[in-house]
């Protein structure tokens, strides 16, 4: 059962525009979401976090919004450069549960063509 | 440089051949954890670490051991490694523990089990 979806494996966008990638999630114990880029041969890092007091994050290009109602969060990369081009994975997790463990979804990649 | 480093970055082994994955992170942190990715699931837990002497089961444990005797090393036993453990496996630490705290990832081991 996928708690955390991305439904979009692939996504293309061109240098300069808007990249929106999206996450779904069901369990509605999960209060804090992040957003984590991974390149080919390395982990994944930190990118952008927010939490379910807040609708909106914001970070130089990076924003994330968040609809709890629909249970739905949202990646924005305004603009997008070549060097967004990466695997960008949702994560949630529970701050009530006991492990701290972050569930993932699958994953999109992201390709920004000059 | 702050980092998490595991080794081996690749390791090919056989049916049966006990391994150890190790994990290292010079950072201080608390927080240690282990996750496996794996096409078409994204990252699941499979151990993590609380602190010293403290660890606990993940989402996926089974066929898998840690230890935590140290606080820098949080190292990934397979006693008898079996196909289905072939996967990219991921250290993980934080400074704290909490959900808040952000996770670093080490660059990835990827593990063939023949």
């Known amino acids: 059962d996928q708690q955390v979806k991305q439904n979009s494996p692939s996504l293309s966008v061109q240098e300069g525009r808007i990249s929106i990638l999206n996450c779904d999630y069901t369990n509605s114990m999960f209060d804090y979401f992040l957003w984590y880029k991974k390149y080919p041969a390395e982990g994944p890092t930190f990118l952008i976090s927010?939490?379910?007091?807040?609708d909106k994050n914001e970070d130089g290009r990076f924003t994330v919004f968040l609809n709890k109602s629909a249970k739905h969060l949202s990646l924005h990369i305004v603009p997008s450069q070549p060097g967004d081009s990466a695997v960008y994975f949702c994560a949630a997790s529970d701050s009530g549960g006991s492990n701290y463990k972050l569930t993932f979804g699958k994953g999109t990649l992201l390709t920004v063509n000059p | 440089e702050a980092q998490v480093t595991q080794n081996p970055r690749y390791l090919i082994t056989v049916t049966g051949k006990k391994l150890t994955v190790t994990c290292s992170q010079n950072?201080?942190?608390?927080?240690m954890s282990w996750y496996r990715q794996d096409p078409g699931l994204g990252l699941r837990q499979i151990y993590y670490s609380m602190n010293v002497e403290v660890t606990d089961k993940g989402d996926v444990p089974e066929g898998y051991k840690v230890s935590r005797k140290e606080k820098r090393n949080f190292p990934l036993i397979l006693e008898s490694p079996s196909p289905n453990q072939t996967s990219l496996y991921f250290c993980?630490?934080?400074?704290?523990?909490?959900?808040?705290?952000?996770?670093?990832f080490g660059p990835g081991t990827r593990l063939l089990v023949l």
């Open positions: 950072m201080n942190h608390e927080y």
């Open positions: 993980a630490s934080s400074l704290g523990v909490g959900v808040q705290e952000t996770q670093y």
């Open positions: 927010i939490s379910s007091i807040k």
